[in-house]
């Protein structure tokens, strides 16, 4: 899973279009430090992703744990004008819809089963 991680949180630096010095800067990190987990020799943390989201809340979390969509928002979780929390809320509610879903198909087969 971590693999997964590290290779989604490449690729979003990659659409930023920045560099991993450039982003250390810009999340309050010491380039080691981030370079470590982009390279893969310690794990990607929740605290990077964190950092990096509420640095660039353009960042899709969508993305970055469950490899869905784009990189990047387009908008599609709110106006331009929203903000960062709009958008975060936006996201969170649709991820809990699809948690929601899943729950009735796993109920249906446990009901199922006790048939």
């Excluded at 560099?19 to 370079?35: N, P, Q, V």
């Excluded at 960042?59 to 960062?84: N, P, Q, R, V, W």
Aim: charged share 30%; proline share 1%.
């Amino acid at each position: 899973m971590n693999d997964l991680l590290k290779e989604r949180v490449r690729n979003v630096v990659t659409a930023k279009g920045i560099k991993a010095a450039d982003l250390a800067r810009e999340i309050g990190w010491e380039k080691s430090r981030l370079t470590a987990q982009l390279s893969g020799d310690r794990k990607i943390t929740l605290g990077l992703i964190y950092d990096m989201v509420n640095r660039y809340p353009e960042i899709s979390m969508e993305y970055i744990f469950h490899g869905k969509g784009s990189t990047l928002l387009d908008g599609s979780c709110g106006e331009a004008g929203d903000s960062y929390e709009q958008k975060l809320i936006a996201e969170l509610k649709m991820q809990l819809r699809e948690k929601d879903a899943q729950i009735d198909v796993l109920k249906s087969c446990v009901m199922n089963m006790h048939k």
